[in-house]
């Protein structure tokens, strides 16, 4: 709505100011995600190298659709120290990607309610 300037359609003021908030932590989250994302990328390619997909087997995801199964053997290809490091290198990168995320999803849902109330108003 800011980017097509529509903001003005939203009268009430706290509305506006939590909502900017929300926007402006998760463009700060993805600025920073972007560059963790460049960091690590090479750890991804250490072990898709060693990753089978299966191309008959898929995944529901409610935010992604259908995805492609990975067969692998997480015991084996960590006997590889290479690969064990970027096994936990990218372990560790997404735990701390969720962790940072928590907070803007928990502060969105508190503001859903307060939307709704606003809403009920009109």
């Known amino acids: 709505m800011a980017a097509a300037g529509t903001i003005d359609i939203i009268r009430n003021d706290e509305i506006k100011e939590e909502l900017a908030g929300i ?5 700060w989250r993805s600025a ?5 994302s460049r960091l690590t990328e090479h750890y991804r390619f ?3 190298e060693q990753v089978q ?4 087997r898929t995944y529901a995801d409610p935010f992604l659709g259908d995805f ?9 290809l ?5 690969t064990a490091s970027a096994v936990s290198a990218i372990s560790y990168t997404t735990r701390e990607r ?6 803007i999803l928990d502060r969105f849902e508190a ?4 939307l709704d109330e606003s809403l009920s108003k009109r």
């Open 98 to 103: 969720q962790r940072a995320y928590r907070p």
């Open 46 to 48: 250490i072990i898709e």
């Open 32 to 36: 920073g995600f972007d560059q963790t």
């Open 68 to 76: 492609v199964g990975v067969d692998f053997d997480i015991e084996t």
């Open 53 to 56: 997909y299966n191309l008959t």
């Open 23 to 27: 926007v402006a932590l998760v463009e």
């Open 78 to 82: 960590c006997q590889n120290p290479l």
């Open 111 to 114: 503001f859903l309610p307060m």
